[in-house]
């Protein structure tokens, strides 16, 4: 047990307004963060780095850092997205009216109806309403859903500043 490095990292926040965090990083692979945006923890068995911080050093500012995201969210339900979700169902109606497969009549039967439902696609509900009304088939398949946006910020906003504090350690340590 004594062989196991332990680094801890606190991140206060920017001008009182981005995120503060505190990291607990291990030489097993250990991850943990008590964040503003969310507490996350993840064990990476197998990061492939001789030292783990290396693993967090290429993480980029202005990137949705997803494959972090994605590990650190596990077993937590995403939120339903009805933005995309209209989206999608509109580019579809107009995909099979332009090739031909719907009739002017029925595609503008559709678009009359996600219309009436637009502005208030906001929850997975509003979407089973519409779903209950379209003629669409497979029109389940439409629903979109994405993470929510505090882990998103903590991978947009806190993990790359974490990889600027651990790509100046492991520099000043190397030197």
Known sequence: ??????????????????????????????????TDYGNYAFKWTHHG??????????????????????????????????????????????????DGSYSKEFAREEWDLIKEYEHNFISVIDFTRWHDETKIDEAHEFACYDYPSDIKAFGQKLLPRLADVLREELQKEAA
Request: charged share 30%; proline share 2%; aromatic share 18%.
């Open 1 to 34: 047990m004594s062989d196991i490095k332990f680094w801890r990292y606190s991140l206060p926040p920017i001008d009182s307004i981005e995120g503060w965090g505190i990291f607990l990083l291990d030489s097993t692979g250990m991850f943990a963060a008590v």
């Open 49 to 98: 780095c001789k030292d783990f911080r290396e693993f967090f050093i290429d993480i980029k500012h202005g990137s949705d850092n997803e494959y972090y995201i994605k590990k650190l969210f596990q077993g937590q339900e995403k939120e339903f997205d009805g933005e995309n979700t209209i989206k999608s169902i509109k580019e579809h109606i107009l995909y099979y009216r332009r």
